[in-house]
């Protein structure tokens, strides 16, 4: 299954986005990965990269570190699933317009977005941790 996931995200258009629902700090809804721990911002970009998309996936955990938001920089995502339903593969595809989009992409609870703001960032853990 996992070689069917990867087949059907490097199938994915940016448009995917585009015409996602996004949250007012611009997040779409998306797969979580089998590791991703609750309320704790995923931040994907290769390991190590000296690039400016590296620098800011870096900055952008230590900005978060310092306002105390529980983050991760990891360069791997893994999925496993045995669901081949229409919303399903739809939220697949928003998935992969994330993780495909500009560096670093971000996960948190459910919500995606590339390249955000630490701003937009802890706006949108500060919205789905609400309550909790």
């Known amino acids: 299954m996992a070689a069917i996931a990867a ?5 994915c ?5 585009e015409k996602a629902e ?3 700090n ?5 797969h979580m990965p089998d590791n ?3 309320d704790t911002v995923m931040i994907f970009a290769p390991p190590n990269c000296p690039r400016e998309a590296g620098q800011r996936a ?14 991760e920089l990891t360069g791997h995502f893994g999925l496993r699933f045995t669901d081949n339903s229409e919303e399903f593969r739809a939220k697949l595809k928003r998935t992969a317009a ?7 992409a971000v996960l948190i609870n459910g919500m995606g977005r590339s ?6 960032v802890a706006a949108e853990y500060e919205r789905t941790t609400r309550g909790k």
Do not use: D
């Open 115 to 120: 390249n955000p703001t630490p701003e937009q």
């Open 13 to 17: 258009a940016k448009s995917e986005y």
């Open 22 to 24: 996004k949250s007012v």
């Open 7 to 11: 087949a059907m995200l490097a199938g």
């Open 58 to 71: 870096r900055e952008l955990s230590e900005r978060l570190t310092k306002l105390e938001i529980p983050n």
């Open 36 to 38: 991703a721990k609750p």
């Open 26 to 30: 611009g997040f779409i809804e998306v």
């Open 98 to 104: 994330i993780m495909e989009g500009e560096i670093p």
